[in-house]
C-alpha cells in the first residue's frame, strides 16, 4: 500500500503561484510513475503531468507546459508541483497520483484562482 498526503492548495490571485506537495509513505519502492491531476466543477479529472521515477521522461499536458514544474525530494519521499502564471481556468482540486502496481490517489486539495 502507498498513502499520498497533498498539501500547499489555496487562494491565489491571476498571475500568482503556489506548491503543492504530495508526501507519499507506506511501499516506496513499488512506485514506477508519480503524477498530478486535477478536477474542475462539472469537468472530467486530467492528467497535468506524470514522471517516471527510475530516470524516466517527463510529460506535461499542453495547459501546462512553461507554467508548471514537478520535482522530487527522494530524502523526503515528496513531490511537488510548483504552479506558476495561474489562470482563473486552474481553479480546480488536485490530485497527487501513484502507480505501482496499481494506482494510488491522495485526498486532493483546491487551489482557486482569481481574475
Known amino acids: 500500500q502507498v498513502q499520498l498526503v497533498e498539501s500547499g492548495g489555496g487562494r491565489v490571485q491571476a498571475g500568482g503561484s503556489l506548491r503543492l506537495s504530495c508526501a507519499a509513505s507506506?511501499?516506496?519502492?513499488?512506485?514506477?510513475?508519480m503524477a498530478w491531476y486535477c478536477q474542475a466543477p462539472g469537468k472530467q479529472q486530467r492528467e497535468l503531468v506524470a514522471?517516471?521515477?527510475?530516470?524516466?521522461?517527463?510529460h506535461y499536458a499542453d495547459s501546462v507546459k512553461g507554467r508548471f514544474t514537478i520535482s522530487r525530494d527522494n530524502a523526503k519521499n515528496t513531490v511537488y508541483l510548483q504552479m506558476n502564471s495561474l489562470k482563473p481556468e486552474d481553479t480546480a482540486v488536485y490530485y497527487c497520483?501513484?502507480?505501482?502496481?496499481?494506482?494510488?490517489w491522495g485526498q486532493g486539495t483546491q487551489v482557486t484562482v482569481s481574475s
Open positions: 497520483n501513484a502507480y505501482g502496481p496499481r494506482d494510488f
Open positions: 514522471v517516471i521515477t527510475n530516470g524516466g521522461g517527463t
Open positions: 507506506g511501499i516506496i519502492n513499488s512506485i514506477i510513475r
